[in-house]
């Protein structure tokens, strides 16, 4: 059967401005350039120059004062250099959330499911018989006088425990996470970018908790030589170094910061492709790259059983298909009795954002 296609009513395509697709190509160029705003313009204008992005109506030159008009770009005055604003710092983490959770099967609503309860959400239209123990504030009223109506009659009218029925209720766990990203130097090694990813899945995150789960907190820590928290606005920034991978500093960091949390449900997500190969000691480093130090990986592994008995699981996502690699994040997995994924870098989104939606409410009964 012949098709056709009607480009000219493609609502993607035909209701966006000049503008909005051009934002849209710079947004994504900023990802990869670190958040420099002016090597991203100067990528837009070479891609420009070969896919004639713009036309004589519209060039580059009127996107950038657009850009400055509308508060995404600011222009140094004295030496002509640009700097991107926290409205566009917003904007590709939106982007970020939008390329990786809308190419996911959209969840049940209701997000994280937990056999923890935690704040009470609407009743469930749903309901069941009182059990000992429910709390009176769950009582359905019209469905307990209907019951003893049927039950006991209108004439000798009296309302027994057998008639009462209980609104089921969904709780709402909230949850405190902490996302470890390596930056190590092997993050950019080999002629693979797993750093970009990496920010992008931190940047999507980022903006689901704010704005879907605001009672859920969100830690950002990056680990290389040394661990250090950075902001929800830093991630657009962030860079590889020539770090080694002290994994140790990131989880102490990050059990730091889950100690000052209230809430009951922690956990870490770290992100990372290779084996640690770096302590702190004092003041000096510990450093071995060539396989795995037996000194690093039992200060790695005691920490993993100091995890687990705070009942904080470790979900590590590993982006390497090394199998040495692979055997200890199974050994470290094994003792803290987290979770490990073996994910390529297209499927990092995925595999965090199911996990993360996976036990957010659970029906309590």
């Known amino acids: ?3 056709y296609y009607f480009s000219k009513y493609n609502p993607d395509e035909n209701s966006k401005t000049p503008f909005e697709k051009l934002l849209d190509l710079f947004t994504q160029l900023l990802q990869y350039t670190s958040g420099d705003a002016g090597e991203a313009l100067s990528w837009l204008t070479q891609l420009d120059k070969e896919y004639k992005l713009t036309n004589g109506k519209y060039g580059i030159g009127d996107f950038i004062e657009d850009l400055k008009e509308n508060g995404y770009l600011k222009e140094n005055e004295q030496d002509g250099t640009f700097k991107i604003t926290p409205k566009t710092e917003q904007g590709i983490r939106k982007r970020s959330l939008e390329e990786i ?3 996911m099967k959209k969840a049940k609503q209701g997000g994280h499911r937990t056999f923890k309860s935690g704040q009470g959400d609407e009743p469930s239209p749903e309901t069941r018989p009182y059990v000992f123990g429910d709390s009176p504030e769950t009582i359905d009223y019209t469905e307990s006088l209907k019951n003893a109506f049927i039950n006991q009659g209108i004439d000798s009218l009296s309302m027994h ?22 930056i190590s130097h092997s993050m950019i090694l080999y002629g693979e970018d797993r750093i970009t990813p990496a920010k992008m899945v931190a940047m999507a995150l980022s903006e689901l908790i704010t704005t879907r789960y605001p009672k859920d907190t969100l830690d950002i820590v990056v680990f290389g030589n040394d661990a250090w928290q950075i902001e929800m606005k830093d991630l657009p920034y962030l860079q590889v170094g020539p770090y080694h991978t002290n994994t140790v500093a990131g989880l102490e960091l990050a059990m730091e910061l889950l ?9 870490i997500f770290m992100i990372t492709d290779g084996k640690p190969t770096c302590l702190k000691i004092g003041n000096k480093y510990y450093k071995n790259s060539f396989g795995i130090d037996s000194k690093i990986l039992n200060r790695t592994l005691n920490l993993a059983g100091q995890l687990r008995r705070m009942k904080i699981p470790v979900i590590t996502f590993m982006i390497a298909k090394d199998p040495y690699l692979q055997d200890f994040v199974r050994n470290f997995t094994e003792v803290n009795n987290g979770k490990a994924f073996y994910s390529s870098l297209d499927g990092l989104g995925n595999y965090i954002f199911e996990d993360y939606e996976r036990n957010k409410r659970k029906t309590v009964r």
């Open 1 to 3: 059967m012949q098709g």
């Open 101 to 103: 959770f809308g190419k």
């Open 161 to 182: 425990q057998d008639d009462l029925e209980i609104h089921e209720t969904d709780y709402k766990s909230q949850t405190s996470t902490v996302l470890m990203i390596d």
């Open 259 to 267: 100690r000052r949390r209230k809430n009951p449900n922690k956990q």
